[in-house]
C-alpha cells in the first residue's frame, strides 16, 4: 500500500502527459482524481494502522543495490502515517485551489504530481539512499512551481530556494556518507544504522550531526538559514505556498525526529541547548518581523518560522510531552499555514488585486462569509484556545519548562506577540471603512470552490482544538519508542 501511495502520483503524471494541452477541464479533473485517491489510500492505511504495535508497520523491503547494500525500504510508524495523510489532504486541496491557472495547465500539474511522490517518499523510506532521492526529487518541481507560475520576482525566489536547499542537501549527503563508512555494515538501511549510530565515537557522531543539522535547518527554516522563504512563499503560486508551507517545512523537522534525535542521541543531547536557542530566536524573532509586515503574504510567511520554532523547541527538549507536543504543531501547521496562504493568495488577492495590509480595510462589509473564515484563520495561527494551534504550543512549552525554564520564558513573549500582530492585522484588514485604494471596492463573496477548499481545514483544525486526545494517541507509541532511546543512550555515556 505504501508504494501505492507513493507512486500513484507519478502514474498520474504519466496520463496528464498524453492528454491534449487544451483540454484544462480534463487535465485538472485527472490531477484531482489522482490526488483523492491519495488521500483515500492513506485514510486506509489508517484504518489499519495497530497504535501500539511494536516498530515500522507496512513495511516492504527489496534489495535495490545490494552490493552497495541500497535497499528499497518502506515503513511507517504513528508520525510518519499522520505526515502522510496530511500530505495527501493538503495536496488535494492545493490541486483544486489550483483551478485558477490558465497558463500551462498540463505542466503544471504534471509537476504537482510529482512533487506529491517526493513528499510521500521522504515520510516513508527507511534507507537512506532511498530518502535522500525522494528530498531532492521535491527540489526540482517545487523550483519550477515557483519559477514558472511565480510572482514578479519569481525567477529570483526560485534560484534562491534552489540553492539554499541544493548545498543543505549535499551537506547532508556527505553525513549519510559519513554513517555509512563509519559505521562498517555496508548498508544504508535506517533502522540498522539506528542502532550502529549510537555506537560512533564522540567526535563522528558531532560531524555526522552537523552536517543532518545543516541540511535539515534549511527546511525547517532554522534561523539564520531562513531567508530564502519569505521570497519563496511571496512570490510562489498559492498552491504552491500551501504545500511549501504546509509539508515541505515538515520535512525538516522529521527529519530530526527520524534521523537526528534516535540515531545520534549523545550529539543531539550535546546540542540540545542550541537547538532550543535557535527555536526560541525563530519564535520571537519570526514574530517581531511579522508584525513589521506590509505584505500580507510575508507576515504569514514569518508567522511559518516563528511556530517551526516551537517544533525544535520541543525536539530539542526530548521529553515525551515536548515531542508529541512538536508533532502536534507539525500537524497544526500544516493545516493553519495552507489555509492561511490560500485565504491571503486566492481569496482576498484575486478580488482586490493587492496583499499591502494599509490598501485593505473594512472587509467583513464588503464580503463577510470571506471575512469570517479569514477572522478563523488568524485566531487558529495566533494559537486561540479551542483550535488546534493552542493545544501543541501549549504542549509543546509545558514539556520543555522544566528542560529549558529560561528560554520557555522567554519563548512565551513570542506567544504575545504573535497574538499583537495577527489582531492588529485583522482590525486593519476586515474592520473599519472599505479602502478604496487597490480596488477593493463592491466585492464577490467567496465560491463555493473556495469554500470546498477552507472548510475542511476549518474542520480539522476546530477538531484537534477540541479534541485532541485521539490524535495524541495515535503517535503516543512512536514518541515513547523514540524517547526511550536518547534515554538509554544517555545512561550509556555520551560526550
Not at 354 to 368: A, Q
Not at 437 to 451: K, M
Request: proline share 4%; net charge neutral; hydrophobic share 55%.
Amino acid at each position: 500500500m505504501l508504494t501505492a501511495l507513493i507512486f500513484l502520483p507519478l502514474l498520474g503524471s504519466l496520463i496528464l502527459l498524453c492528454l491534449p494541452r487544451e483540454n484544462h477541464r480534463a487535465l485538472r479533473g485527472v490531477a484531482t482524481f489522482f490526488t483523492a485517491a491519495e488521500l483515500l489510500i492513506s485514510l486506509l492505511l489508517v484504518a489499519r494502522f495497530v497504535p501500539g504495535q511494536a516498530g515500522m508497520q507496512f513495511t516492504e523491503r527489496y534489495d535495490w543495490i545490494p552490493s552497495l547494500g541500497i535497499s528499497y525500504h518502506l515503513g511507517v510508524d504513528g508520525v510518519s502515517l499522520a505526515l502522510l495523510v496530511l500530505t495527501a489532504l493538503v495536496t488535494l486541496l492545493s490541486a483544486i485551489t489550483s483551478y485558477s491557472i490558465t497558463e500551462r495547465v498540463k505542466d503544471f500539474y504534471v509537476l504537482l504530481l510529482l512533487l506529491e511522490t517526493g513528499m510521500l517518499g521522504v515520510f516513508a523510506a527507511l534507507d537512506y539512499v532511498l530518502f535522500y532521492v525522494f528530498w531532492e526529487l521535491v527540489l526540482v518541481p517545487m523550483y519550477f512551481l515557483i519559477g514558472i507560475w511565480g510572482g514578479p520576482r519569481r525567477q529570483y525566489a526560485a534560484l534562491k530556494f534552489f540553492i539554499y536547499t541544493l548545498a543543505g542537501s549535499v551537506i547532508m549527503l556527505v553525513g549519510i556518507l559519513a554513517l555509512y563508512f563509519g559505521s562498517g555494515l555496508g548498508t544504508f538501511d535506517m533502522l540498522a544504522l539506528q542502532e550502529a549510530g549510537r555506537s560512533l565515537s564522540s567526535h563522528l557522531q558531532w560531524w555526522v550531526f552537523i552536517a543532518f543539522f545543516l541540511g535539515f535547518a534549511v527546511k525547517v527554516p532554522i534561523f539564520p538559514f531562513h531567508t530564502w522563504l519569505p521570497d519563496a512563499h511571496v512570490e510562489a503560486p498559492t498552491g504552491g505556498s500551501m504545500l511549501l508551507a504546509g509539508i515541505l517545512l515538515k520535512m525538516g523537522a522529521y527529519g530530526f525526529y527520524r534521523i537526528s534525535l534516535p540515531t545520534l542521541p549523545d550529539a543531539t543531547q550535546a546540542f540540545a541547548v542550541t537547538l532550543a536557542t535557535l527555536g526560541v530566536i525563530n519564535i520571537v524573532y519570526g514574530a517581531f518581523v511579522a508584525m513589521a509586515q506590509q505584505d500580507l503574504k510575508r507576515m504569514v510567511a514569518y508567522s511559518s518560522i516563528s511556530h517551526m520554532g516551537f517544533v525544535m523547541l520541543g525536539l530539542a527538549a526530548m521529553t515525551p510531552r515536548s515531542l508529541s507536543g512538536a508533532v502536534f504543531v507539525m500537524l497544526s501547521h500544516g493545516l493553519i499555514s495552507p489555509l492561511m496562504f490560500f485565504l491571503v493568495g486566492t481569496v482576498l488577492y484575486e478580488r482586490t488585486h493587492t496583499r499591502i495590509i494599509d490598501e485593505l480595510g473594512g472587509l467583513y462589509n464588503r464580503m463577510p462569509v470571506a471575512a469570517v473564515v479569514l477572522a478563523f484563520g488568524i485566531f487558529a495561527n495566533l494559537g486561540l484556545p479551542g483550535l488546534s494551534g493552542f493545544v501543541g504550543e501549549f504542549a509543546t512549552l509545558l514539556g520543555s519548562f522544566d528542560v529549558f525554564r529560561t528560554l520557555v520564558i522567554a519563548a512565551s513573549l513570542g506567544l504575545v506577540i504573535t497574538a499583537a500582530y495577527h489582531l492588529w492585522m485583522m482590525q486593519r484588514v476586515l474592520m473599519g471603512e472599505a479602502n478604496t485604494v487597490g480596488g477593493v471596492g463592491l466585492l464577490p463573496d467567496i465560491s463555493r470552490r473556495e469554500l470546498l477548499v477552507a472548510v475542511p481545514l476549518m474542520a480539522l483544525i476546530l477538531f484537534l482544538g477540541v479534541y485532541p486526545a485521539p490524535t495524541f494517541a495515535f503517535f503516543n507509541d512512536a514518541i515513547l519508542r523514540l524517547q526511550n532511546m536518547v534515554q538509554l543512550a544517555s545512561l550509556g555515556g555520551g560526550f
